[in-house]
């Protein structure tokens, strides 16, 4: 299952010079409708760790956005 470029989180860069406001800013800016979004939970390199600060600032903003969610089974690309 591939992601979109918009869709990779960047959680793994170091946060020194990918803070997780521009990491958060670059996902709304960029993801598009039908996008796979990939975050992982915590990146042990992250001195400030990406998923526990921005899921929920991230699902606000794409709902503010008009965008829904759905499981990969319910994605049309992959049933």
């Not at 997780?20 to 960029?30: E, F, G, V």
């Not at 796979?36 to 760790?49: D, M, N, T, Y």
């Not at 921005?54 to 049309?76: D, M, S, V, W």
Request: proline share 9%; net charge positive.
């Amino acid at each position: 299952m591939g992601w979109a470029p918009a869709g990779f989180s960047g959680d793994e860069l170091p946060s020194e010079k990918w803070s997780n406001p521009l990491l958060l800013k670059r996902a709304l800016d960029n993801l598009k409708d039908g996008d796979i979004f990939v975050a992982h939970l915590g990146i042990w390199s992250r001195k400030q760790p990406w998923a526990p600060a921005n899921l929920e600032p991230l699902i606000t903003g794409l709902k503010q956005k008009g965008y829904c969610f759905a499981t990969l089974r319910e994605h049309p690309q992959y049933r």
